[in-house]
């Protein structure tokens, strides 16, 4: 089994910065792709920036500019640096590994941007 564990989520005012954490432990295997998704209310669970495995990176594009994905493969950590914050992505983020063993994904953290 593999277990993801999110980090630093919190309320930001608009503008803001957050950086979000998620530790893989466990039985990692080969890491296809990890990464980050998100769900507002009301809406359905979406992409925000994935890393795979050879270094390819995918971003939504109403985030391109502003968040980063990065991953410390040593650690089995992937980050997202979210920059310019704005109300509308404010949702759950959830962290997602893919690999060999399987899909696995965090319990999610609260990302709320205020006015």
């Known amino acids: 089994q593999v277990q993801l564990v999110e980090s630093g989520g919190g309320l930001v005012q608009a503008g803001g910065s957050l950086r979000l954490s998620c530790a893989a432990s466990g039985r990692i295997s080969s890491i296809v792709v990890m990464g980050w998704y998100r769900q507002a209310p009301g809406k359905q669970r979406e992409l925000v920036a994935t890393t795979s495995g050879s270094g390819r990176i995918n971003y939504v594009d109403s985030i391109k500019g502003r968040f980063t994905i990065s991953r410390d493969s040593a650690k089995n950590t992937v980050y997202l640096q979210m920059n310019s914050l704005k109300i509308e992505d404010t949702a759950v983020y959830y962290c997602?590994?893919?690999?060999?063993?399987?899909?696995?994904w965090g319990q999610g953290t609260q990302v709320t941007v205020s006015s």
């Open positions: 997602r590994l893919i690999g060999a063993s399987g899909d696995y």
